[in-house]
């Protein structure tokens, strides 16, 4: 079988075309919606909630219990907040993102070498998106995507060699970020009434956790306005973190319609993903979310998406949160399952739309 390698969005925007190809053009439906970036980011209105992690572990009873309880509501009404005073040194955070910048600054053929080959399933390394639904839409930008804890399951052979630090910094963002989770975890746990660890048992504790990063690259659109970087989704994960070169892009659906996440300095934005709202029983939320691009500047994202294991756990809301006035909302499904079901009503849904 021949392998399908998708033509690089970055080759495609350096190469002077000034009208992009239709497979990026998305449907019409959508593209009444789809605004200038820097001008939907100045608009007023709900903003995504800003935490303040500094209180989260305080002495103080009244501060930790403010901290927590703001968490805990951000997680039930947007499913998404910036987070800031998270603990991770702004000076590792500037060198993961100097790493990254570095790789995708390299000539297209160098990147190449680390190339995947989605159609026998190996989905790390260097790509773009393939088509994967009926209308065979594509989306605008090339990625980077690799496995970065726990570190045995990790495949250091495919991770970039340029820059000489990339592993370094990767592995130890990776290790500082993993202890985050788990902090979140505990208080989003204790939110629901549950003891402090029920949430990371059940999506796979320190050792089967999976944090998967995703460099998101995308670069200048001549016709930004019929395109977009990423389609409306929500995550698979029980918990994203997401930083970014503090170029706009993020888009959520929120109170029936698009709001941009303002670029927030020093922040990590996270997102609740399906895992998690599927175990709270739909108390916490995984909002839907999209990427815009613009035709002034490349903005760069580097998503870390916390997976559980693919068939090991079976996901269903937690049974002490299931009740006769509240029943359960998901049947139980592995994670595996989940991403299948997603997958196959998306290719339906494209299907009977076209």
Wanted: with cysteine; net charge negative; charged share 25%.
């Amino acid at each position: 079988m021949v392998s399908t390698v998708a033509a690089r969005v970055e080759s495609l925007a350096s190469s002077g075309i000034r009208s992009i190809p239709k497979e990026y053009v998305r449907p019409q439906e959508e593209l009444t919606n789809i605004g200038d970036v820097f001008e939907e980011e100045k608009k007023e209105g709900p903003q995504v909630p800003t935490i303040d992690l500094k209180g989260i572990d305080s002495e103080d009873e009244v501060v930790r219990a403010k901290c927590r309880e703001n968490l805990k509501k951000a997680a039930e009404e947007w499913g998404v907040m910036q987070l800031v005073n998270h603990g991770i040194p702004s000076e590792l955070i500037n060198r993961l993102k100097k790493a990254g910048e570095t790789f995708f600054s390299l000539p297209i053929e160098e990147k190449e070498k680390h190339a995947n080959d989605q159609d026998s399933g190996n989905v790390q390394g260097y790509g773009s998106k393939l088509a994967n639904n009926a209308s065979g839409q594509l989306e605008w930008e090339d990625y980077f995507f690799h496995l970065i804890f726990p570190e045995d399951k990790r495949d250091l052979s495919i991770w970039p060699k340029t820059p000489a630090d990339y592993t370094e910094v990767t592995s130890e963002y990776a290790r500082q970020l993993r202890g985050l989770a788990s902090k979140i975890l505990r208080v989003l746990s204790l939110g629901l009434g549950l003891e402090e660890g029920s949430l990371e048992k059940e999506v796979g504790g320190m050792e089967e956790l999976l944090l998967q990063m995703k460099i998101n690259y995308y670069p200048i659109c001549p016709q930004p306005e019929l395109a977009l970087g990423v389609e409306a989704h929500t995550d698979v994960s029980s918990l994203t973190f997401l930083l970014h070169n503090m170029v706009p892009g993020l888009q959520l659906f929120y109170g029936g319609k698009w709001i941009t996440a303002k670029c927030v300095p020093d922040s990590i934005l996270m997102h609740v993903g399906d895992t998690i709202e599927i175990l709270s029983n739909g108390k916490y939320k995984s909002i839907l979310h999209r990427g815009l691009v613009n035709k002034e500047k490349v903005r760069i994202s580097w998503a870390v998406f916390c997976e559980p294991p693919k068939e090991k756990i079976i996901l269903k809301p937690i049974p002490e949160l299931v009740t006769e006035t509240e029943p359960a909302l998901f049947p139980p499904r592995t994670f595996a399952q989940h991403i299948q079901h997603k997958l196959f009503r998306k290719t339906q849904e494209a299907l009977l739309s076209s």
